[in-house]
């Protein structure tokens, strides 16, 4: 581990940002601690996207394709050609020419191609479909299977997920960084919900308590929460307030 690295989990057992004098009883060992907290926190928000993005994806190909046939991502009637898909559809065309065992055609034409081929590669890109689909009422549907009032809620915290995985993904510092991707936060759920009036949005502890809803919607017997608390007991150097979490 670089000192360039290190030097994030420092910051915050500074007591004074000027000076740079840290607080009573801090040493080198606490940023290490918190070090290992962190990236065992990201292996477990990991695994929960993963787990989020599956069954989005499911869902998304069953819904559509009952309603518009086999190959409805290949037409304009339920999604609008942009540039940005046109240039994301030549991308993966480009990535899958090169593979030899997976049969691919040009998708910028007309030709038919399976869309667990298309949807098992790209987040973000899933992501722009779900956002750009034209059918509302289908995409409301898809959003109370998961137990959401409306399918802006689940946009946003698609958006979310997605910003979160891309930091996850470059190993980057997770636990108190404040997101510019804001979750839109309802009043009240059918489910299990916090209270929004006392919850920061740019802090992780409102995206957890997202993935902790999509997780019992889709995996009732999940130990998500169950982990994350484990996480907490055996860091207990780690401040739950930066992250988030409401005072006591």
């Not at 409805?72 to 020419?97: D, E, H, Q, Y």
């Not at 009032?149 to 979160?164: D, F, G, I, R, T």
Request: contains cysteine; proline residues 5%.
């Amino acid at each position: 581990m670089s000192y360039y690295r290190l030097a994030n989990y420092l910051r915050p057992m500074e007591q004074d940002k000027t000076t740079h004098i840290f607080k009573p009883n801090i040493h080198s060992d606490s940023a290490v601690n918190l070090y290992f907290f962190d990236k065992k926190l990201r292996a477990l928000l990991f695994t929960a996207i993963q787990s989020f993005e599956i069954a989005l994806r499911s869902k998304l190909i069953h819904h559509f394709s009952m309603a518009y046939g086999s190959f409805w991502i290949m037409t304009g009637v339920c999604l609008p050609i942009t540039k940005s898909l046109t240039i994301a559809l030549f991308v993966l065309n480009r990535k899958f020419s090169t593979q030899k065992r997976i049969p691919f055609r040009n998708i910028l034409t007309n030709t038919p191609i399976r869309l667990f081929l298309l949807y098992g590669k790209l987040w973000t890109w899933f992501l722009k479909i779900f956002c750009n689909l034209k059918d509302t009422k289908l995409k409301k549907k898809i959003a109370r299977e998961f137990n959401l009032p409306q399918h802006e809620y689940l946009e946003s915290w698609c958006k979310c997920a997605v910003a979160l995985c891309n930091c996850l993904a470059h190993h980057s510092r997770t636990w108190n960084r404040r997101y510019p991707m804001k979750p839109q936060l309802p009043c009240k759920l059918k489910g299990e919900w916090i209270d929004i009036s006392i919850t920061l949005r740019t802090k992780l502890y409102a995206q957890l308590c997202c993935l902790a809803y999509l997780q019992n919607t889709t995996h009732p017997s999940n130990d998500f929460k169950q982990q994350l608390k484990s996480l907490l007991k055996v860091h207990p150097n780690v401040e739950a307030e930066a992250m988030g979490f409401p005072v006591g």
